[in-house]
Structures are given as structure tokens and as C-alpha cells.
């Protein structure tokens, strides 16, 4: 079955960084794409980026674009996202998930949790 | 920038009634639209696509409708497990932007 893994969350000073990795297994990661979506405590989802699936396409939210990069190995069947220059509105779940028909995200990890304070 | 809004934010039902959810585009957005069930602690599970198509393995119970600007979410007969928040997403066709509405959170009454 699917299965989408978060991890490299945790706790970071403003301005700090963290690379967040996402291990897919269950279905050829190489046949999708896939995105990145995050959700501030009490907020509702909101897209930050989402990468072709050979990695030669990304697309990144204004909020975040100049300080997140989206990446992703396929020989390693992982996805990235490097964030850097943090703030206190970057603390968050980030979730990962897998595009369906290029308009919709048909599978999610359960997330991990990002928090910035000093 | 395509906005959209639910409501209500927040419905009370008791299990086995039918809950309605309202999903507005602030422009059209033809058919693209999915909704999403979310419950603390888990993945967002895909309910519905292109407005209203079942995602796998989803139970007949949850239909949808509308394109354009309208959509709705029904779900007939709320099972124990179907209390959660649901929210609705679209995405641009440039630049790619997907954006998530606010959430309708439907609770036990």
C-alpha cells in the first residue's frame, strides 16, 4: 500500500534550518509528483511547493520562495524540502503528499511538526 | 489569486443524519475541486475529486457536486468515524497555486 513518512521536524531557533525528507513507498515514485503542505496551529492547510517527477519542475508559494527548496531522489525514493531563515509563522505540521491528475494530493504522511521559537 | 470559502465552520449533527458542506470559488474553477477529510493526528484523507468523482476506496455515502463557483460536499447518514473537518482545495492553472478553503469542522451534536 501507499505509504508517505515525514521526518526531520523538530524544534529550531528563527533564522535556523532544517531539511525535511519524506519516504515513499508501495508505488512508483518516479511516475509522480509531488508536493509539500503545511498547517499552522489553528490554520487551515496551505500548498507550499510541489516538484515534477523527474525533479526538473518546482513551483513554490510566495510566502515561502527565496527560502524553501524542494528536491527529490528517485533512486532514493524520497522527497525533500530544504527550509532556511525561519520564522515564527514557518512553525507548522508539514505534510507530504503525492499529486493525482496534476490538480489534487490522492495520498498524505501523517506529517511532521516544525517549530520555531527562540 | 482564486480564494475559496466553506460554510458553515462549524456543524453539529448527531449520527445518521446528513450533513451538507458548502464550498465557494471567488472565480471559476470548472470542475476542479476535491474535498478532503482531516481528523487530529492523521494524514488528510482525498474524498472527492473534480468535484465529484470518489476517490478509492471512499464510501458512497460522501458525494459531490457543483462546478463553476458552487460545490457541495454531502455526506447521507454521518457514521461515528465521519466527525472530522473537511476542506476544500482547487488548484490554478497558472500560476500553479493550490489553495485549501477554511475547513467546515463537523461535530457530534
Known amino acids: 500500500q501507499v505509504q508517505l513518512v515525514e521526518s526531520g521536524g523538530g524544534l529550531v531557533k528563527p533564522g535556523g534550518s532544517l531539511r525535511l525528507s519524506c519516504a515513499a513507498s508501495g508505488f512508483i515514485f518516479s511516475d509522480y509528483y509531488m508536493g509539500w503542505i503545511r498547517q499552522a496551529p489553528g490554520r487551515r492547510l496551505e500548498w507550499i511547493s510541489y516538484?515534477?517527477?523527474?525533479?526538473?519542475?518546482?513551483h513554490h508559494a510566495d510566502s515561502v520562495k527565496g527560502r524553501f527548496t524542494i528536491s527529490r531522489d528517485n533512486a532514493k525514493n524520497t522527497l525533500y524540502l530544504q527550509v532556511k531563515s525561519l520564522r515564527a509563522e514557518d512553525t507548522a505540521v508539514y505534510y507530504c503528499a503525492r499529486e493525482y491528475s496534476t490538480s489534487f494530493f490522492d495520498y498524505w504522511g501523517h506529517g511532521t511538526r516544525v517549530t520555531v521559537s527562540s | 489569486e482564486i480564494v475559496l470559502t466553506q460554510s458553515p465552520a462549524t456543524l453539529s449533527l448527531s449520527p445518521g443524519e446528513s450533513a451538507t458542506l458548502s464550498c465557494r470559488a471567488s472565480d471559476s474553477i470548472s470542475n476542479y475541486l476535491a474535498w478532503y477529510q482531516h481528523k487530529p493526528g492523521q494524514a488528510p484523507r482525498l474524498l472527492i475529486y473534480?468535484?465529484?468523482d470518489r476517490a478509492t476506496g471512499i464510501p458512497a455515502r460522501f458525494s459531490g457536486s457543483g462546478s463553476g463557483t458552487d460545490f457541495t460536499l454531502t455526506i447521507s447518514a454521518l457514521e461515528p468515524e465521519d466527525f472530522a473537518v473537511y476542506y476544500c482545495q482547487q488548484r490554478s492553472s497558472w500560476p500553479p497555486v493550490f489553495t485549501f478553503g477554511p475547513g467546515t469542522k463537523v461535530e457530534i451534536k
Open positions: 473534480h468535484a465529484s
Open positions: 516538484i515534477s517527477s523527474d525533479g526538473s519542475t518546482n
